[in-house]
């Protein structure tokens, strides 16, 4: 199964968890999936329509999925997303 | 290059580094020759300014317009308890002299913005990020690309961590991976959900690693690449960050040519820690005390998390942390006026925007939060 690394700014909301299962064939169905596991994490990651709010980045293996054909990218059983929102303390 | 040579008390002072064959008398005398601007002398400009200033940066600035708080001294290690209230800036000049007495050192107390910017940062070779707010990250960023410069970037929330270098020629800018910023309130900042104190030591260590690096062309750069450091798990990610041909600011169009003003643009004000614009639901913590004073029927919900309530609470207030409000939403009285609170205004207020929409009457948010109340009304009650 594919995993998705929550970061802390969104782990208020998966109850403290960082890393979760991803469920889906292409990511579009893996985020409807987690929306519905995690319902008060939703919200801050898409808006209604499911479309991923501007400031957040989602990596697989290390490389941006381009934001446009995110919905029709495919996962693979092992992939390891990674959710990069922009962080503002210092 | 024509660069400065080493006197014998400074190859004394750097043996460490001249023994090192990849930076050796030519690299510390690139060291020498160097300027480095530092935006923000907190917990990230602590390290950063420290280890540049014992590495034989030649010439330092430190921006930062704040004072020494109490609360400071959990990471910003620049500082001591005989520092507190006086300028961030002047107290840190003194600190990395008194390191390196061969550098020239310049601590600037002023609010680095977009009409000091150009001014400030005249003669630096490379700007470093020791801030903590998005709208001088972007002015930064836009300062950097704008007049070819890299700029160091370094950010931290919590246990995590991400460090990057923007603006080298070709490669890509932060605008490139955060074109525009999140809503005011969306990203909550360390005043607001914590940071454990050594995290900026870490990432300002990186950052400055970065800065030597660059200055004496050694090693591989985190350009095109952020560093994702996460200190719960202490674990390091590196992913690819692109140029983006769109980007407004280095991209093949560019919008943006001169600075803007990005308090404005972000929607948040420098200095406060949200900036939230007042909304219907605000009652201060004056308002509250009167009205608590003539109506006991108010209902005051705190919307924290529970380690919060271990730290303070408001006698008889009913806790619901903000996540689970609307699931638990009917718990609560229609026909009583409710004032939510948090720890400084912000969940509240979302709360009693969450509230008024789902069809409370007068669901309102205490205005600073249960800080704001112990400064204001209760002074026994603790502030963190």
Known sequence: ?90 | MSLPALTPEEIARYSRHLLLPQVGMRGQQKLKAASVLIVGAGGLGSPIAMYLAAAGVGRIGLVDYDRVEISNLQRQVLYSETDLQFPKAEKAAERISATNSLIRVEGIVEQFNSTNAARISQGYDILVDGTDNLPTRYLLNDLAVLTHRPYVYGSIFRFEGQVSIFGLAGQPCYRCLFPEPPPPGAIPSCASAGVMGVLPGIIGSMQAAEVIKLITGIGELLSGKLLLFDALDMRADTVRVSKKDSCPVCGTKPSIHILQDYEAWCGSRIGEDFGLPATPYDISPEDLKQLMDANPAVLLLDVREEFERQISALSGSVHIPLPELMERQNTLPHDRPIVAYCRNGVRSQEAARLLTAAGFADARHLVGGINAWAEKVDPTIPVY
């Open chain 1, 1 to 90: 199964m594919a995993t998705i690394k929550v970061p802390q700014v969104f782990q208020l909301y998966t109850g403290g968890s960082a890393v979760l299962p991803l469920d889906g064939s292409t990511l579009a169905e893996a985020l409807r999936n987690l929306a519905v596991s995690y319902p008060q994490l939703a919200p801050h990651l898409m808006n209604r329509a499911g479309a991923l709010h501007h400031y957040v980045h989602i990596f697989r293996d290390g490389v941006e999925l381009p934001r446009a054909d995110q919905g029709e990218v495919a996962i693979s059983s092992g992939d390891e997303i990674i959710l990069v929102p922009g962080i503002a303390g210092g």
